[in-house]
Structures are given as C-alpha cells and as structure tokens.
C-alpha cells in the first residue's frame, strides 16, 4: 500500500496548509503576524472593489442631474455590476493558472486607470463604459480576496477571519453612501467618487507587493514573458466556456435593463438577445461537461459541473443567488427612496442607512463567533438570515405614504434587515470548505460570489422595471408627459412644481418603493425556502 505523501502548499515561507495525496487535510499555522498583515492588504483591496459598488448609490442623483441623463442612472451601476458579476468566476479560475499574486496586481491597475476615466467623463454613453472596465477590475479584485482568504486561514479559524473580511464588505456599504453623498454635496463634485480611487489604488498596490508572496503559479506565469520559456498556462484555460459565460451574463443584464424601456419587448433586437441568452445558459454546462471529458488535453473547465451534484452545493448556489435580490435592491434603491420622497440631501440619504449597513458587520461577526467558538452548525444561522430578511422587508411595506415626513420606525426595520443580510451572506462563505474539497475551494467560493452579485444585479434591473413603469403610469395624470420626462432626467425637477403636484409626486415614488419592498419580500421568502436545501439530520459544522 502506498504511503499518503503530504504535499506542503507553501506561499514562500508562509506555510498555510498541507493537503495529502489521499484528499486529506491538516493545517499548518502561519507565522501570525505575517497571517495579520496578509489579511490587512487584502481587506484593504477588498474594500477598494466592494467600496465601489454602493458609493454611487447616494451619488446617482447628482451624476445624472449633471449629465441629463436620470432614466439612465441604473446604467451606471449595472454597467460596472455586468463585468463585476460576469468576471469573478473566471478570475477564480485563472487564479489557479497564472497565481493569485499576478492576476490581483493586474486587477488594480485596470481598477484605477478605469476609475480616473470615469471621473473624466462628461457623457452618460462614456461614463457607462468606462464602468464597464473598472468592473472588470473590480471583478479580479474582489474575487481574488475572497479565494485567498478561504486558502490561507486555517478552517478551524475560517469563520473568525472569514467575519473579519465580511465586515469589511459592510464597511464599504456604510462608508460608501456616506462618501458619496459627502462628495456630491456640491454636485460638480461628483467626478472625485471615482478620482478618489487614484491614491487609494496605489496604497492597495503597495500593499500587495509588500505583503502577497508569490506562488509556484506566479513564477510559472512569469515564464510566459521570457523569450522561448516553455509555458503550460494558456493551453490550461477554458476560454470557450469563459467567454460562454460572460456572453450569457451580459445578455441577460441588457435584457433585464432595456426591454420596457428604450426597447420594447416584441423588438427584433431584444428578441435576437433573449435567444441568444438562452442558448448561451444551456451551452454552458453542456461545454463545461464536455472540457472535463477531454482527459487527452490540459483545459481545465471555468466550473466543474460535477459540483451540481451535490445538494449542498447547489443549494447554496441558489441561496447566494436570490439573497443578491433584496440586498443590493435594498442597498441601491433606499437611498434613493430618501432622496425622491423625503426630499433628503445625498449625504443624509447616506446617514439614512447606517442602521442597516451598520448591523450587517455585527451580524458578520456574530456568525464567525457561532460557527468558530460555539460549534453552531452553519446551516441555522443561513435560515436566521433569511428568515430576518422577510420580516424586515415585510415591515417597511407598512410605511405610510407620507411625504417629507420620515417614518422613524424604518431605521428599526433596518435594523432587522441588516442583521439578516449580514448572517445569510457571511455564513456561505463560512460553509465553502466544508461543502468541496481542497481543490475547488477557489472557483466555489468565487461561484458563490458570483451568483450573488449576478442575483443582485438581475434583482436591480427588475425593480427598475417595476418602479419605471408604475411610477410613470401614474405621474403622467398628475404632470403633462414633457414634465414626466424632465423629472425621469433630474429628480430635482420635482422641486420646480407647484406645493399640490410636488406632494402628489412624491407620493408616487413612496407608493412604487413600497411595491419594491413587496417584491423584495416575495424573493427572500424564497431564499427561506431554498435555505431548508442545506437540511441535514446531523448539520455540518466547521
């Protein structure tokens, strides 16, 4: 019988695991204050990507008012959450080819130049494009974070550190309102909520190179800029099912997006889009299934479908994916709601927020505490979280219409939802190593990551649909249609009514954000639902 050789991974001298031959495991510390400053750099990145996601959701307004262009504002989160979504598997992937190191490095230059467009822009077809690409960015950055931690914590203190870069993701949702709406409080300012990535970037750099050492696929990459340096890296890449993968996402969103608004449903272009999406969503899996038979080459599927045949996996999949829904549209559309009815500045539409964005960081270390001191199975704590999710969102259906009057309650039910947010999409990631084995720990956790935001992102154009049309079915028997259109492009405009229309307006927009949270509701019922998947009679545990 042969002998179980123990293969060290190393990270130079930073010893962070060894995994056996027989699929085995046993963890090795890492010194730890080089473990502290490892994970210090990589919160620091982590809170660039994610910082970006939620500092233009205060923002939006005076970005549009600014550029004319406030039925597009979705565009200018969607446009930087297409990329963001559609990369953050396959950079899980190539992570595992070309090494973390590398990819990260090239993820915040791509980041930072992007972000310094974005501030130049003074056209809303501009602005959306170069978010396009600083979502790729974005993509490699977050991705990358998320797979590093999983590999280099020990499991037995995964749900600790694993709370710890959480946080890190509500920090940014609390620091990224709050920073916008303080930049745009003169709304010329707007450019510097994408400036502000310059110097931040660099640091974020900095910090890499100081503290990430290097892997055995990191020099191996360095090998393909050598002259005649003989590389196995290209050829180990799926990208047939990469591109697959991102048509699909792409197509999907712009369905999502522009059908019902400058498209029409039954038009030629949407309808060519929604086939191709289609197509694309089964080719897929059926491509992915065919590179893993092709045993005679070195590719390497995007996604081993394989994993599907777990419940477990799958139904943590599904979780991750419909918590996307209410999260971000809770996240994107309440500052908003602020602003429209409540006639609030940006930056008190931020403070607005706290309450949520507050109690989702505790929520995220109250489940590493659970999972790491108190042995509490994962799977309770993902059925607390969506099950906090109803009942928050239920309650902020029961707010009265009432405009510039703010319904105090509200910030309790914020409250509630935070604490459900931060304990559902905390623990998923918590419950990735116990789930796969060593060798899909990276691109499951950036699976995970992925659906999430693609759930979000999807949840974001359904809502803007929903709220489009019903607000502007009822706007136009208060307004004459030119004035539904100006107020479509500036908010503001609804300061240029008269007392008795600037009151029936706003009741409108209260009325479509209520209908919001119904929906919201209605999905994270679901995520309830998917969540007893993970139901098992003796639960996991880390």
Known sequence: MKMARAAEVQIDDLSVAQVNVDGSETQSLAPKWKLYFLLLGLCFNLLLSTLETTIVSTALVSI?????????????????????????TIFAKLSDIFGRKVLLLFSLVIFVVFSILCGASRSMTNLTIFRAFQGIGGSGIYSLVSVTTVQVVPHEKLGKYGAAVSSVFALASV???LLGGAITAKPKNWPWVFYLN?????????????????????????????????????????????????????????????????????????????????????????????????RHTLREPIFPMGLLKSRFVSGMLLYAFFSGFPFLGVVINLPQRFQAVNDVSPFLAGIYLLPL????????????????????????????????????????????????????????????????????????????????????????????TQVRVLGGTIGLAILSQVLNRDVERQLN?????????????????????????????????ADGYTLLMKVLAGFSGLVLFIAFMLWEKQPRKL
């Open 477 to 509: 028997t208060i307004v004459p249609p030119a004035v539904v259109q100006e107020i479509y492009q500036s908010v503001s405009t609804i300061n240029r009514l008269n007392p008795a229309q600037q009151y029936a307006v706003r009741v409108v927009f």
């Open 175 to 177: 620091l990224g309102p």
């Open 64 to 88: 549009t008012n600014d550029l004319d262009g406030f039925s597009q504002r979705d565009w200018i989160v969607t446009s930087y959450l297409l990329t963001y979504t559609g990369f953050l």
């Open 357 to 448: 964005l507050l109690c989702t960081p505790v929520a995220a270390a109250a489940c590493g505490f659970c999972t790491s001191r108190l042995k509490l199975a994962p799977f309770y704590l993902v059925v607390a979280g969506a099950a906090l999710q109803i009942l928050g969102l239920g309650l902020m259906t029961s707010l009265p219409s009432t405009p510039l009057e703010l319904q105090k309650q509200q910030f309790g039910f914020e409250v509630i939802m935070g604490l459900g947010f931060g304990l559902g999409l905390t623990t998923l990631l918590v419950m990735v190593p116990i789930v796969v084995e060593e060798k899909d720990k990276a691109v499951m956790t950036g699976a995970v």
């Open 198 to 294: 310059g110097p931040l970037g660099v640091c974020a750099i900095a910090l890499i190179i100081a503290f990430l050492p290097s892997t055995d696929a990191d020099r191996e990459t360095s090998k393909i800029f050598r002259k005649n340096a003989p590389s196995n890296a290209w050829r180990r890449l799926d990208h047939i099912g990469a591109i697959i993968l991102l048509a699909a996402s792409v197509l999907l969103i712009f369905v999502l997006e522009e059908a019902g608004t400058r498209l029409l449903w039954k038009s030629t272009t949407i309808i060519i889009c929604i086939v191709l999406c289609a197509v694309l969503w089964i080719l897929f899996p059926v491509w992915e299934h065919f590179a893993v038979g092709q």
